[in-house]
C-alpha cells in the first residue's frame, strides 16, 4: 500500500499534517458556524422562523426609532408595511451614503421576513389599497413584490405570528383576514 512503502518519519508527518488540516477545519467550522449559519439565512437559502424572524425586525427596524413608532402606525397613518419596510430600506441607504455609521441595512430575505412580522403584529391592510399602487411604491423591489404576490396563506412568518400582538398596536382588523394580495383579482 501507499502508506506501506514510506519510511515511518514521512507516515508520521503525513498524519500530522493529515491531522492538522482536519483539525483547522473543524475549529474553524465551530468558530463560523453561526456566521455562516446567519448568513445563509439572510441570503435566503435558509428560512428564518418565526421568533427569529420576529427578533430581527426589532433589531433593524429600532435603530432609527423605537418599535413604538411601527406599532402604532395604522392603515390610516399610509401605506401597508410592505411599503414602509420598503421606504426604510430607502432611508438607511440615505443616512449610509450620508456616512453614517453603524446602521445596518437588509438583505432581501430579511426585508421579506420583516414585512411579515410586521403584518402580523400590527395588520396587513394591502388588499385594502390598489395592487397598482403598491407595486408603484415599492419601486421595483423585487423581493418584496414577490412577496406582495405571495398568498398570505402561504407567508409561513405572517401566518405563524398573526394572532400575537404588538403591546399597544393599533391593529387593523381585516373583514378577510387571508385574502392575498391576487394580482388576477388586481384592479
Ligand atoms: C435609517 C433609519 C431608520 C431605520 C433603520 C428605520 N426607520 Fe422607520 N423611520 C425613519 C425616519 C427618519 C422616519 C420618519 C420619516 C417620515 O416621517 O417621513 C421613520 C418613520 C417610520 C414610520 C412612521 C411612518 C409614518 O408615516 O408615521 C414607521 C411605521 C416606520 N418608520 C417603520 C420602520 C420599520 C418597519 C423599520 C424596519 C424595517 C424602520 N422603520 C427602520 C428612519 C428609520
Known amino acids: 500500500m501507499f502508506l506501506g512503502c514510506m519510511d515511518r518519519n514521512r507516515k508520521k508527518w503525513l498524519l500530522i499534517g493529515v491531522g492538522s488540516v482536519v483539525f483547522v477545519f473543524a475549529l474553524l467550522t465551530v468558530?463560523?458556524?453561526d456566521r455562516a449559519i446567519a448568513e445563509l439565512k439572510a441570503q435566503g437559502y435558509i428560512p428564518y422562523t418565526p421568533s427569529e424572524?420576529?427578533?430581527l425586525a426589532v433589531t433593524k427596524c429600532s435603530q432609527c426609532h423605537s418599535t413604538e413608532r411601527i406599532s402604532k402606525y395604522c392603515f390610516r397613518c399610509g401605506p401597508p408595511l410592505i411599503v414602509v419596510v420598503h421606504n426604510m430600506r430607502t432611508l438607511i441607504?440615505?443616512?449610509r451614503a450620508k456616512g453614517k455609521k453603524g446602521i445596518e441595512d437588509?438583505?432581501?430575505a430579511q426585508?421579506?421576513?420583516i414585512a411579515q412580522v410586521w403584518?402580523?403584529?400590527v395588520g396587513n391592510w394591502e388588499d385594502t389599497w390598489r395592487r397598482q399602487d403598491i407595486v408603484k411604491l415599492l419601486e421595483g423591489d423585487k423581493a418584496l413584490l414577490e412577496l406582495l404576490d405571495t398568498p398570505i396563506e402561504e407567508r409561513h412568518i405572517e401566518v405563524a405570528l398573526s394572532g400575537k400582538m404588538a403591546p399597544g398596536a393599533y391593529?387593523?382588523?381585516q373583514k378577510t383576514p387571508l385574502k392575498p394580495a391576487n394580482p388576477s383579482k388586481g384592479p
Open 53 to 55: 424572524a420576529q427578533a
Open 119 to 121: 403584518n402580523a403584529l
Open 111 to 113: 426585508a421579506v421576513a
Open 93 to 95: 441607504r440615505l443616512e
Open 171 to 173: 391593529r387593523y382588523n
Open 31 to 33: 468558530l463560523f458556524w
Open 106 to 108: 437588509y438583505t432581501d
